[in-house]
């Protein structure tokens, strides 16, 4: 049995839950969904400039586990931008 997921901290709420590139119709974009937790990493590294080792203890997670949350989010926020698909975030 898998051991339980930890909850992650997340201290940023925003009312913005899509974004999409200008001009194209909606049900004619792919889309990528960001989960919470992804767009807290990408605030607290990349928007907000801390070490990782700081932004792993304000989420109260492992540094290995923000890393890997941070690349996640990069890599779907990359793929949107590159490929044109809306970025959907989860509720």
């Known amino acids: 049995m898998p051991r339980p997921r930890k909850k992650r901290r ?3 709420e925003t009312d913005v839950k899509y974004f999409k590139p ?3 119709s909606k ?3 792919e889309q990528v969904d960001l989960k919470k937790e992804e767009i ?3 605030r607290l590294k990349d928007f907000l400039g801390k070490a990782q080792e700081e932004c792993a203890k304000e ?3 492992s540094q290995p586990t ?3 949350l941070l690349l996640e989010a990069r890599k779907k926020v990359t793929d949107s931008i590159v490929n044109g698909k809306a970025i959907k975030i989860e509720e």
Request: with cysteine.
């Open 10 to 12: 997340i201290c940023f």
């Open 22 to 24: 200008a001009g194209i």
């Open 27 to 29: 049900r004619e974009l």
């Open 40 to 42: 807290e990493a990408l």
């Open 59 to 61: 989420m109260e997670i």
């Open 66 to 68: 923000f890393h890997r």
